[in-house]
C-alpha cells in the first residue's frame, strides 16, 4: 500500500543553524505534498505545502522542495529558533480523489539556545 | 474563522465500553476525516466523508469502530467494544480543497 518515510526521527540543532528533513512517497499519483508542525498536546498544524507542479517553494524560513522523478521532497527551516522545536509530519496525498493524507512518523526537532 | 470542534477532549473509560466522539468542521467544507494518532506515531485516515457519503474507509477497523455524518455536516466516531491498543487522539479534520485543518483532537484512554 502506500507509504510515507520520514527521517531522521528526531533531530537536535543549536539555534541559528539549518535544519532538514526528507520524506519519500511510494504513490506515483500523488499531487499534494503538506508539512505539518505539532507541539506537545495540540493539533498539527500547516506550516508549508506544494503541489506536484512546482519544485520548491519558500515562506520566510521555511521552504520545501519536490523530486517528483526521485518521489522526495524536503522541509528546510533556516536560522532555527528555540520556538521551532516541535514534532514535523510529511504527508502526501491518497486515495481516489487525492484528498487525504498518508503521514510520515515525524521528526522531532529540538533547537537549543 | 471559527476551527474544527471537538468533543470530548478526554476520556478514560476501560476496555469493551463504548465511547463516542463529536466532531464539528469548518463551516462550508464538504469533506471531513477521522485521524487516530497514536502516541509518538503520524495521523493515520481511518475514514474521509464528502458532504454525508463515505469516500475512503479501508483503514477503519469495522468490526468495532463506525462514523456517521448525518446531514453532511457533524459527525461522530464510535467505538463499541474498546481495547486497550485504541488508547490514543482522534482527530477529526475538515476540507475544502486539498488544505486539510485539524481540530484539537479527543483523547482517548483505555485501560
Known amino acids: 500500500g502506500e507509504n510515507v518515510e520520514q527521517h531522521p526521527s528526531t533531530l537536535s540543532v543549536q539555534e541559528g543553524d539549518s535544519a532538514v528533513i526528507k520524506c519519500t512517497y511510494s504513490?506515483?499519483?500523488?499531487?499534494?505534498f503538506p508539512w505539518y508542525k505539532q507541539e506537545l498536546g495540540k493539533r498539527p498544524q500547516l506550516i508549508i505545502d506544494?503541489?506536484?507542479?512546482?519544485g520548491e517553494k519558500k515562506d520566510q524560513r521555511i521552504a520545501v522542495t519536490l523530486n517528483k522523478t526521485a518521489k522526495h521532497f524536503s522541509l528546510h527551516i533556516t536560522e532555527t529558533q528555540p520556538e521551532d522545536s516541535a514534532v514535523y509530519f510529511c504527508?502526501?496525498?491518497?486515495?481516489?480523489?487525492?484528498?487525504?493524507?498518508?503521514f510520515g512518523k515525524g521528526t522531532t526537532l529540538s533547537v537549543s539556545s | 474563522e471559527a476551527g474544527v470542534a471537538q468533543s470530548p477532549r478526554y476520556k478514560i473509560i476501560e476496555k469493551r465500553q463504548s465511547v463516542a466522539f463529536w466532531c464539528n468542521p469548518i463551516?462550508?467544507?464538504?469533506?471531513l476525516y477521522w485521524y487516530q494518532q497514536i502516541l509518538g506515531q503520524g495521523p493515520k485516515l481511518l475514514i474521509q466523508?464528502?458532504?454525508?457519503?463515505?469516500?475512503?474507509d479501508s483503514q477503519l477497523p469495522k468490526d468495532r469502530f463506525s462514523a456517521e455524518r448525518l446531514k453532511g455536516v457533524d459527525s461522530t466516531l464510535k467505538i463499541q467494544p474498546a481495547k486497550l491498543e485504541d488508547s490514543a487522539v482522534y482527530l477529526c479534520?475538515?476540507?475544502?480543497?486539498?488544505?486539510?485543518?485539524f481540530g484539537e483532537g479527543s483523547w482517548l484512554t483505555v485501560v
Open positions: 479534520a475538515s476540507s475544502l480543497s486539498n488544505t486539510i485543518y
Open positions: 504513490d506515483s499519483a500523488s499531487n499534494y
Open positions: 506544494i503541489r506536484s507542479n512546482v
Open positions: 504527508a502526501a496525498s491518497i486515495g481516489q480523489a487525492g484528498t487525504a493524507l498518508i
Open positions: 463551516s462550508g467544507h464538504a469533506t
Open positions: 466523508f464528502q458532504n454525508n457519503g463515505v469516500v475512503d
